[in-house]
């Protein structure tokens, strides 16, 4: 890996380095594993790495010995995830921008896969997102309800929807709508923009990062809420009062419909179905708190007071 260089040829053009960006939320020893699996990238372009963490979470100095040649973000106010995302995108230098998470264990092949997609005709290309091995049935439901649809088996083709856990972007395209997600990189609104201007929101099976966070069900309940509240206000903030009445009047339909898909991906992977069986009584709790946070959103037109990530319950290896 190299923190600078010419152009490289990523997705058959010649572009700039890529920049992957970390946000970070969860803990050093999250940013610290991450950080470790990014440094064992194999076959990919040259790349440099960005973390913008939150200040909350401690000092930085131990992880800027360890891996002195990342640079490292923080700024006093900057905590939710959507304004770290702006700070670590608004430094990154590359044509090609990774965007991840702390909470992420990017695969061996991850740079190399997501940086050598095309992206002439996308909007964004993004991957697939696993469960850790070791999740209990209340984090396997924490996990499902926010990536369900990012989850294996998935076939390459264009997608809704992408998650900034697993995605990449063009830089030059992002700058042209720069007013989008200057201060707040808000992927619904963000991913909006880019499929309207460019084109397709596209996956990549090969791209493949999972998901490893602890926390207590209490914090994954108001963490769901406090989400699915975000989404309700930003999507009606410019709507005039009939659309936030038809969304508001659908809104208590929002756990089955949720569920039935939920259920559905669940079924489609072996691996899958035991563990949602499992985790049934936590992920009807997490839906049902996402759906009255985006009913809220839709009323008040109002976004959560809170919309920091859940804190690490404790430190996992």
Known sequence: MSENGGSVTVGGYPQKTVSVVVV????????????????????APPFNVIVAADPELGPLDDLRREFSEMEFLSRDGCRTPIELAALGIEAATGERILLTEDSCLPDAHWVHALASSEWRGRGAVGGVIDPGVSASPSMWAFYFVDFFRYMAPLASGELPTLSVCNVAYSRSQLGEIKSVWRGSFLETSVHDALREKFGPLEIRPDAVVRIRRDVKFSDAVYERYAFGRLFGATRVA????????????????????????????????????????????????????????????????RRPARITTAPEKLETK
């Open 24 to 43: 970070a939320i969860c803990s050093l020893r999250n940013i610290a594993r991450t950080l470790s699996a990014l440094r064992a990238q194999q076959g």
């Open 238 to 301: 410019n709507a005039p009062a009939s659309r936030r009445a038809y969304f508001a009047l659908l809104a208590p339909a929002l756990p089955i419909v949720l569920t039935g898909r939920m259920a559905s991906k669940a079924a489609s992977s072996s691996a899958a179905r035991g563990s949602f069986i499992k985790a049934l009584p936590s992920l009807l709790t997490m839906v049902a708190a996402w759906s009255w946070g985006e009913w809220l959103g839709y009323v008040t037109k």
